[in-house]
Nanobody, 126 residues
Framework: QVELVESGGGSVQPGGSLRLSCSAS????????MGWFRQAPGKEREAVTV????????YYADSVKGRFTISRDDADNMLFLQMNSLKPEDTAMYYC???????????????????WGQGTQVTVSS
């Protein structure tokens, strides 16, 4: 079993920045892929960005390209999400996710990720 714990969420004004962190109880370099998903009220949970362990390939949702950056520190079993130029539409619960059992064939498909954090709330408003 793997426990994922997110932190760093909060309330910011449009244009502001936040840095989310995810701490894993298992070696992150033993996962196939890790990433961030988000879910706004009344909407489906969607992929924001992921990073594959072997090769380090990253993928981003079109809505966050150029504004968000995913990174990892396998020495400390940590995953990060730097969010800049935040917009009201970024408001959502953000979840850390990890695929330890199989290699995601479709990076944004939540079905491949078998471990999830409890979520951290991000609110962007004036």
């Amino acid at each position: 079993q793997v426990e994922l714990v997110e932190s760093g969420g909060g309330s910011v004004q449009p244009g502001g920045s936040l840095r989310l962190s995810c701490s894993a109880s298992k070696h992150t370099d033993r996962s196939y892929c890790m990433g961030w998903f988000r879910q706004a009220p009344g909407k489906e949970r969607e992929a924001v960005t992921v990073v594959y362990t072997l090769g380090g390939a990253t993928y981003y949702a079109d809505s966050v390209k150029g504004r968000f950056t995913i990174s990892r520190d396998d020495a400390d079993n940590m995953l990060f999400l730097q969010m800049n130029s935040l917009k009201p539409e970024d408001t959502a619960m953000y979840y850390c996710a990890a695929a330890y059992s199989q290699l995601p064939q479709i990076w944004h498909s939540k079905e491949y990720y078998d471990y999830w954090g409890q979520g951290t709330q991000v609110t962007v408003s004036s």
